[in-house]
């Protein structure tokens, strides 16, 4: 099962160079991947009508319980045969809809591949994180392939829409999901369901997770008030139209719905919930069917009213609704794909969709208009299609007391709703194929056997299925079995229904619904019907609106461009939030105030960082203050030290100096004083936050160390250091090994901050050196060649000897030191992350020295070259531990003699080290160019410009 999941997958991202290649001709190719599920499916329904349901599990997140775990059971085959055959389909037909070299026709390729996956993945999956996973996978594949020419505004505007109905729905469901899955012990959806399934007194959070599911099943499946996106998505390419919004994502919360059925059904509210929005959704779509014009639209409001349809006998929890359920899922599926790929022919070929232009097609286009005439008759209901077969199933759920007391109230307003289906059924055909008086003859370009051939097989497929419903009613039976029955007779899907209350009602639905077709009735009948003017798109664009005025208002209000109002405002939050929990807390654990220091040297650490930060608040000058700052960073630094963490206190003091340089650089652009002058007033109210903000952390420390119960993690790190990193220093064994994959996330991070802050100050691009076309140093005799530097002029100033010397002899020992830390930091104090900070504050001593061009002589590399390698090779570091038969970022040891240097033992994680140290001098030399050499630059042209200017004669 994951072998073919992973097939689409792989599909997908081969799918933009097939069309490369192959041309629209790719989609044939791709559509094999979904056939050859479709066959596997077929191949394995012997053992699944047998109970043997095929099933596959990897463990994913073993510490929650949570498994990629897959399930072939009667209702997922279903489903996914209608996803697969239907997908292999439309990938068919796509050849022909689209016209060779069409725009982003590969990207579309791929995108409706991998869509095709999720939703096979969706039904399959046994795990409710995962089904998550896959629902929110197809929302976003559905967002891609809706906005799919993003030259329209239209597309873009549904694409957005769809996108944020149905994922606000999604996260909605997540809600519930955890919340069931919390109270059922399991993540496991098969044992979910089985652990609800019987009486039992139900909580309030069980209640408000089933409402939280259904909102993510009424907003997949456009029900009412979230129904206005899938109309609008008829933006979409109408192979989209047909794959997502008849055949596969419209149908997932009809999935879910039936899936949690078993064990959720008598959970309040779920049935009055689903039956109410149902109704309104069947009747209220219906009634809109009714008033288009354009084929697209019949069809999507068609399909809003059919899910409700569906839901409404999918939420009964009983087995006859869910049989009928299940048996229109299937015919709404053959006859909506087959509808919208019909209706895709006459808009390439026609070059109109709106029916007040065509007439006459029925004739031009025989087998086209056979194969529309045909779904349409099954959408009406009519023998011996299987739309008539499903029809009768669900008058007789409703007899069979499907809902209870409320089945017989509940069936009146089924039938209307079967009236009105009949009636767009007979407006779709006469819009689409029947010759009107009055209207030319649209230009037609017979289609090709090809375009036609899906459309012709889904709507003989519809007719088959009809007639063959025998063989496919074990199928469906397989999962209604699963639910209680609520009558004494079981009811069964057949061709030719038995002569009784249902039948009458078909006939009654067809023959009004026959009358309510005519142009002439339904144009009255619409105009006055009281859910006719209903128009939920308008209401959604007036939330929409609101929120966006109330977001512009919150911002002025809270973002007024004032560092110290943001921070108070945080600080005030902070103390008003956890700062009231703790101080009405009654458990506050056992806090220790007896120990506060374990030897004078940290008091002495403490009253020193506490001095700056009062010497701070009262500095005038901004450089004074940035280095009373940093001695109080410093002092922490100490009190680590103190504490037996020298690798920690260590990092802490380079951090601390990197810190420093930053800041300097940007103080050389900004007023030497700082300007603002605070009132006493303004002093008092920030000390009224400074001071509880200061409090709450101090009182949040305290109990955080004495709210621990289970030993630290950190106890087994010493042991694991040595075994499995084989390093003496925990601190460094921890980060490129034990904890890898957060240092990983860490060194992305610490690139995307470079990235940052190169994208803020260079205008196009990152610079490396100083480009050749400005102004060389000039080489002085009295230094020799190089002068003591190799750059012995500064581009931005006189030179300083003295600091030229120092550097000289202080740039090769601080890289000597950085590699000394590279190397040994695996048994002793230092490691990556420390030496490429030295190496860096030694190009800082060297910038400081020689200016910029000094810096492009020292590293004539761009940086972004450093942070690329360096990311590189901690990340092929996980795969090489692939090779040798590891875990991904796993360490191993070679040891071995060596000629020469003797016994040698290398550990890989060096190698992941190394990607560290470069990434370091990366950020730092990206910053030197950014912060440093870029303004040197600008400057100097600054004043090379005002030069040129004076010079000039008046």
């Known amino acids: 099962m994951l072998v073919l999941v992973g097939a689409h997958a792989v599909a997908a991202l081969a799918a933009p160079g097939l069309v490369r290649v192959l041309g629209r001709r790719a989609f044939a190719v791709l559509a094999l991947v979904p056939a050859a599920a479709f066959v596997w499916i077929l191949a394995q329904l012997p053992a699944v009508l047998a109970g043997a349901a095929p099933a596959q599990e990897i463990p994913w997140i073993p510490t929650l319980g949570i498994d990629i775990a897959m399930r072939l059971d009667a209702l997922s085959a279903t489903f996914s045969l209608l996803v697969t055959g239907i997908g292999a389909l439309v990938l068919l037909y796509c050849t022909r809809y689209f016209s060779e070299g069409a725009r982003?026709?590969?990207?579309?390729?791929?995108?409706?591949?991998?869509?095709?996956?999720?939703?096979?993945?969706?039904?399959?999956?046994?795990?409710?994180?995962?089904?998550?996973?896959?629902?929110?996978?197809?929302?976003?594949?559905?967002?891609?392939?809706?906005?799919?020419?993003?030259?329209?505004?239209?597309?873009?505007?549904?694409?957005?829409?769809?996108?944020?109905?149905?994922?606000?729905?999604?996260?909605?469901?997540?809600?519930?999901?955890?919340?069931?899955?919390?109270?059922?012990?399991?993540?496991?959806?098969?044992?979910?369901?089985?652990?609800?399934?019987?009486?039992?007194?139900?909580?309030?959070?069980?209640?408000?997770?089933?409402?939280?599911?259904?909102?993510?099943?009424?907003?997949?499946?456009?029900?009412?008030?979230?129904?206005?996106?899938?109309?609008?998505?008829?933006?979409?390419?109408?192979?989209?139209?047909?794959?997502?919004?008849?055949?596969?994502?419209?149908?997932a919360g009809v999935y879910l719905v039936l899936r949690l059925a078993p064990g959720l059904a008598d959970v309040e509210p779920w049935r009055p919930l689903i039956a109410t929005l149902a109704i309104v959704t069947m009747l209220l779509g219906g009634v809109?069917?009714?008033?288009?014009?354009?084929?697209?639209?019949?069809?999507?409001?068609?399909?809003?009213?059919?899910?409700?349809?569906?839901?409404?006998?999918?939420?009964?929890?009983?087995?006859?609704?869910?049989?009928?359920?299940?048996?229109?899922?299937?015919?709404?599926?053959?006859?909506?794909?087959?509808?919208?790929?019909?209706?895709?022919?006459?808009?390439?070929?026609?070059?109109?969709?709106?029916?007040?232009?065509?007439?006459?097609?029925?004739?031009?286009?025989?087998?086209?208009?056979?194969?529309?005439?045909?779904?349409?008759?099954?959408?009406?209901?009519?023998?011996?299609?299987?739309?008539?077969?499903?029809?009768?199933?669900?008058?007789?759920?409703?007899?069979?007391?499907?809902?209870?007391?409320?089945?017989?109230?509940?069936?009146?307003?089924?039938?209307?709703?079967?009236?009105?289906?009949?009636?767009?059924?007979?407006?779709?055909?006469?819009?689409?194929?029947?010759?009107?008086?009055?209207?030319?003859?649209?230009?037609?370009?017979?289609?090709?056997?090809?375009?036609?051939?899906?459309?012709?097989?889904?709507?003989?497929?519809?007719?088959?299925?009809?007639?063959?419903?025998?063989?496919?009613?074990?199928?469906?039976?397989?999962?209604?079995?699963?639910?209680?029955?609520?009558?004494?007779?079981?009811?069964?899907?057949?061709?030719?229904?038995?002569?009784?209350?249902?039948?009458?009602?078909?006939?009654?639905?067809?023959?009004?619904?026959?009358?309510?077709?005519?142009?002439?009735?339904?144009?009255?009948?619409?105009?006055?019907?009281?859910?006719?003017?209903?128009?939920?798109?308008?209401?959604?664009?007036?939330?929409?609106?609101?929120?966006?005025?109330?977001?512009?208002?919150?911002?002025?209000?809270?973002?007024?461009?004032?560092?110290?109002?943001?921070?108070?405002?945080?600080?005030?939050?902070?103390?008003?939030?956890?700062?009231?929990?703790?101080?009405?807390?009654?458990?506050?654990?056992?806090?220790?105030?007896?120990?506060?220091?374990?030897?004078?040297?940290?008091?002495?650490?403490?009253?020193?960082?506490?001095?700056?930060?009062?010497?701070?608040?009262?500095?005038?000058?901004?450089?004074?203050?940035?280095?009373?700052?940093?001695?109080?960073?410093?002092?922490?630094?100490?009190?680590?030290?103190?504490?037996?963490?020298?690798?920690?206190?260590?990092?802490?003091?380079?951090?601390?100096?990197?810190?420093?340089?930053?800041?300097?650089?940007v103080l050389r652009t900004l007023p030497r004083d700082i300007a603002d002058r605070h009132t006493s007033r303004q002093r008092i109210r920030r000390l009224l936050v400074a001071v509880p903000v200061g409090l709450l952390m101090t009182g949040l420390g305290a109990v955080a160390l004495a709210a621990r119960q289970a030993p630290p993690v950190s106890a087994a790190y010493p042991a694991q250091a040595y075994d499995f990193g084989a390093g003496a220093n925990v601190v460094n064994v921890t980060l490129v090994d034990i904890r890898a994959w957060d240092t990983m996330g860490e060194l992305s991070v610490i690139v995307a901050a470079a990235t940052g802050v190169a994208s803020l100050v260079f205008l196009h691009r990152r610079s490396g050196a100083p480009p050749r076309s400005e102004p060389q140093p000039v080489v002085t005799p009295s230094t020799g060649a190089g002068g003591w530097l190799r750059a012995a002029r500064r581009g931005d100033g006189d030179r300083v000897l003295l600091l030229e010397v120092i550097t000289r002899l202080v740039f090769p020992t601080m890289m000597v030191v950085s590699l000394y830390f590279l190397f040994a930091g695996h048994n002793a104090p230092g490691g990556g992350f420390a030496g490429g900070l030295v190496a860096g504050l030694a190009l800082v001593v060297r910038y400081v020295a020689g200016g910029r061009y000094e810096l492009g002589e020292a590293v004539p590399v761009e940086a972004g070259v450093l942070l690329g390698l360096g990311l590189l090779l901690a990340g092929g570091t996980g795969l090489g531990a692939l090779l040798l038969g590891g875990e991904v970022l796993q360490t191993a040891v070679l040891e071995g003699d060596v000629p020469v240097l003797g016994h040698v033992k290398f550990v890989t994680s060096l190698i992941f080290d190394v990607g560290v140290y470069l990434i370091v001098i990366g950020l730092v030399l990206d910053i030197l160019r950014s912060l440093g050499a870029e303004l040197d630059r600008r400057r100097s042209v600054a004043v090379g410009r005002m030069s040129a200017r004076e010079e000039v004669p008046s």
């Not at 009406?380 to 499907?402: I, N």
Request: proline content about 5%.
């Open 104 to 251: 982003g026709l590969g990207r579309f390729a791929g995108v409706l591949t991998a869509f095709a996956g999720a939703m096979l993945a969706l039904v399959w999956s046994d795990d409710v994180f995962v089904l998550y996973v896959c629902w929110e996978l197809t929302t976003v594949f559905s967002f891609l392939l809706v906005g799919h020419d993003s030259h329209k505004r239209a597309s873009r505007a549904a694409a957005v829409q769809a996108l944020v109905v149905t994922a606000a729905g999604g996260l909605t469901m997540l809600v519930g999901l955890v919340v069931l899955s919390a109270a059922a012990g399991t993540t496991s959806l098969s044992e979910l369901v089985s652990y609800f399934t019987g009486p039992a007194a139900t909580p309030a959070a069980v209640t408000a997770g089933v409402v939280c599911v259904l909102v993510g099943a009424i907003t997949k499946s456009a029900l009412v008030p979230f129904h206005f996106w899938l109309p609008s998505a008829m933006a979409a390419p109408t192979p989209v139209s047909a794959y997502l919004h008849a055949a596969a994502m419209v149908k």
């Open 288 to 665: 809109q069917a009714l008033r288009q014009h354009d084929l697209k639209l019949v069809l999507a409001y068609g399909t809003v009213s059919q899910l409700g349809f569906m839901l409404l006998l999918a939420g009964a929890g009983s087995r006859d609704g869910a049989l009928a359920a299940l048996g229109l899922v299937v015919g709404h599926a053959l006859f909506k794909a087959c509808l919208f790929l019909v209706v895709g022919v006459i808009d390439r070929r026609a070059g109109t969709r709106d029916l007040r232009e065509l007439s006459g097609l029925g004739r031009r286009a025989p087998v086209l208009a056979t194969a529309g005439i045909l779904a349409a008759a099954s959408m009406a209901g009519l023998p011996p299609l299987l739309g008539f077969v499903t029809k009768e199933a669900s008058f007789e759920a409703f007899l069979h007391d499907a809902y209870g007391p409320a089945a017989v109230p509940l069936l009146a307003l089924v039938v209307l709703g079967s009236v009105l289906t009949v009636g767009y059924s007979m407006r779709f055909v006469w819009g689409a194929f029947w010759r009107k008086p009055g209207v030319d003859a649209v230009t037609w370009q017979a289609p090709g056997p090809v375009f036609v051939a899906s459309p012709a097989v889904l709507g003989v497929g519809g007719l088959v299925a009809g007639l063959g419903v025998a063989g496919l009613a074990p199928l469906l039976e397989g999962y209604a079995d699963t639910l209680p029955a609520t009558y004494p007779t079981l009811l069964e899907l057949a061709v030719v229904p038995s002569v009784g209350v249902a039948l009458g009602l078909s006939v009654l639905a067809v023959a009004l619904g026959s009358v309510v077709g005519l142009p002439s009735v339904s144009a009255r009948l619409t105009a006055r019907h009281p859910l006719a003017g209903v128009r939920a798109e308008i209401a959604w664009r007036g939330v929409i609106h609101a929120l966006e005025n109330t977001s512009l208002r919150v911002t002025v209000m809270t973002q007024r461009g004032s560092l110290s109002w943001v921070l108070n405002t945080v600080f005030a939050v902070l103390v008003l939030g956890p700062g009231l929990v703790l101080l009405l807390s009654s458990d506050l654990g056992e806090v220790r105030v007896d120990r506060l220091a374990d030897s004078p040297f940290q008091v002495l650490a403490a009253v020193i960082g506490a001095a700056c930060a009062i010497v701070a608040t009262r500095v005038r000058r901004r450089l004074g203050a940035v280095l009373v700052v940093g001695g109080l960073g410093y002092s922490i630094a100490l009190i680590f030290a103190l504490a037996g963490a020298p690798d920690v206190a260590l990092t802490q003091a380079l951090v601390e100096t990197a810190t420093l340089v930053v800041i300097v650089l």
